[in-house]
Nanobody, 115 residues
């Protein structure tokens, strides 16, 4: 099982980034996918959730209207489009896959919002 995040980096306030998480080793289309983030000195925070067929999404209040989660089951990839980025969005972003007792994590990708 692997979840590999990519797309992080340094961006100026107000900018955009798109994170990707490529999955392998499990039946991706069955799994609920989530993006979490963890800022230095803070607890890990759930950012966005998408159900197995992509028909339902949920967001933390802090990112609602700015972030969009999506998935491509054929490509076994989940995305997080992040717009209007702010310094408070600076964190390591993690991809998570959940189904029954299964709970898989990626290694994380750093997002830094700074001028």
């Amino acid at each position: 099982v692997q979840l590999v995040e990519s797309g992080g980096g340094l961006v100026q306030p107000g900018g955009s980034l798109r994170l990707s998480c490529a999955a392998s080793g499990f039946t991706f289309s069955r799994y609920v996918m989530r993006w979490y983030r963890q800022a230095p000195g803070k607890e890990r925070e759930l950012v966005a959730t998408i159900n197995s067929n992509g028909g339902s999404t949920n967001y933390a209040d802090s990112v609602k209207g700015r972030f969009t989660i999506s998935r491509d089951n054929a490509e076994k990839t989940v995305y997080l489009q992040m717009n209007s980025l702010q310094s408070k969005d600076t964190a390591v972003y993690y991809c998570n896959a959940g189904y029954g007792w299964d709970d898989y994590w990626g290694q994380g990708t750093q997002v830094t919002v700074s001028s």
